[in-house]
């Protein structure tokens, strides 16, 4: 999932920095989130269905950050203004990219690979990366309560990708898991540069990034060109991810995120239906179990986050 710059204290997505925030709506804001969450499962699934109709990933990729630049880019317009394209850290804007794209790739792989609620069920376990990571690279001081709930979580994660003879994905589990290392990374790297740089300025250049690689990719490992149908699919891609990307965003500066985030979760139910209504997917039961392991535990990683960060201010 890729999505807007988030705030320090924020487990899994993101909101552009803004200076006047309006007036508090929890309410509103956790509408905001749900509905970001039903673009993000329907992103999920044109993705996998444009895959299935033999759209290499890396075209898909292109399509996806093209398009999203309209709802983004008039977004940039009515906040930022050419202020998002000016950066004083270009290397960390590389190092954010290459972390966000390694999980684009992977995750957009793995959905061709696992049904649609299993992939973005194990994608869940980014928050609990990211916080290993932060303790790691950036030398966060991570208690005993958000390591147990680490553990926990990675424990819902093998649940899900089921590690028995003739049972496990290797393939489509492994991609998962590797698209949710992408993501905790990216998440640092944000953190690193939070302070020095807009959230605009953020979203922007790791969009560009993905438009260009996706566009290098494809024209080095094929290009396929689509019929009507595939190509609405792709633009659909872009659209619904960056629409998806504004409603985070205004959830975030709508409500707290302790209030929203909680709500992330809910993608799984959309998942699900989704996955029936195009696939006939159900979840399998260990599917279900370790989903609710993940989303417990990364509720509970929030909480500490929170409470930790009240606490330093």
Not at 33 to 60: D, H, Q
Not at 172 to 184: H, K, N, S, Y
Not at 197 to 215: D, N, S
Request: charged share 10%; with cysteine; net charge positive.
């Amino acid at each position: 999932m890729t999505a807007l710059p988030e705030a320090p204290h924020s487990t899994g997505v993101t909101a552009a920095t803004e200076f006047k925030p309006p007036r508090q709506r929890p309410a509103l804001g956790i509408a905001l989130r749900v509905a970001a969450m039903i673009c993000m499962a329907g992103l999920n699934a044109l993705v996998k269905w444009t895959g299935s109709r033999g759209v290499p990933v890396f075209e898909i990729i292109f399509f996806r950050n093209a398009f999203a630049f309209i709802p983004i880019g008039i977004y940039i317009w009515r906040t930022a203004g050419l202020e998002a394209l000016k950066t004083r850290r270009p290397v960390a804007h590389l190092r954010r990219s290459i972390s966000g794209l390694l999980s684009m790739v992977c995750s957009f792989s793995a959905l061709q690979h696992l049904p649609l609620t299993e992939s973005t069920a194990i994608q869940f376990a980014a928050p609990l990366f990211m916080t290993a990571l932060s303790a790691l690279l950036l030398h966060e001081a991570v208690g005993p309560h958000r390591w147990g709930a680490v553990a926990a979580g990675f424990v819902g994660v093998l649940i899900m990708v089921q590690p028995q003879p003739g049972r496990m994905n290797l393939l489509g589990a492994g991609l998962a898991v590797t698209a949710a290392l992408g993501t905790a990374g990216a998440m640092v790297a944000i953190r690193q540069m939070a302070a020095q740089e807009r959230g605009q300025t953020i979203v922007f250049y790791f969009t560009l990034a993905g438009m260009v690689t996706g566009l290098v990719g494809s024209l080095f490992l094929g290009w396929r060109t689509p019929d009507l149908g595939t190509l609405l699919g792709l633009m659909g891609c872009g659209l619904v991810g960056g629409v998806g990307q504004l409603f985070l965003t205004e959830a975030l500066r709508r409500a707290p995120v302790g209030v929203v985030a909680p709500f992330d979760y809910s993608q799984l139910i959309w998942a699900t239906a989704l996955g029936f209504l195009i696939w006939g997917e159900l979840p399998h039961p260990a599917t279900v179990v370790g989903a609710v392991i993940v989303a417990a535990s990364g509720i509970y990683i929030l909480h500490r986050e929170i409470r930790r960060f009240r606490q330093a201010r």
